[in-house]
């Protein structure tokens, strides 16, 4: 890969199209492109991504930035074969969403990476708390991850 937008194709066997993303092999290493939601699209906005990919030298892990919102996770070592990862869910904007992968700790390849519309899960958060006896540091707390609730992460 080189840290080239461009990526470097060699022929493999037993994956989906015979091709496969490889030289994930120096620091900053990258694969950067755009999932475009078309305008009409009546799903949900949330999407699971999973990565089809092959880590024959121990466990890897690898960067990923959606949109943005950084994460990272484990590619398990799998020798000589090529395993599906569930990375997790995001938000997809219709339209055109940035993605990159990168390393983290090098050597894997990448056969495809898919969006799938996943269903969003409705909640019914209440209000106010169960106990009217809560103290003032509660009430103020819960208010507070009231008001982020949907809009942002806590970590």
Known sequence: MRH??????????NLSQARVVTDFDKPGDKITFNV???NTSTSSPLYELKIQYNSPYGDKSFDLIVNGY???G???SNGNKFSSLSVGKFLLN?????????T??????????V???SKQVQFNIRQT??????TIETKKLYSALLGQFGQKNLV
């Open 129 to 134: 708390l169960i106990d009217p006896n809560a």
């Open 94 to 102: 219709k339209g055109s969403n940035k993605v990159v992968l990168g």
């Open 74 to 76: 484990i590619l398990t």
């Open 36 to 38: 475009n939601i078309p």
């Open 70 to 72: 950084a994460t990272s």
């Open 104 to 113: 983290g700790w090098d050597y894997f390849n990448i056969d495809f990476i």
């Open 4 to 13: 080239s937008p461009v990526s470097q194709f060699k022929q493999r066997s």
């Open 115 to 117: 969006f799938v519309p």
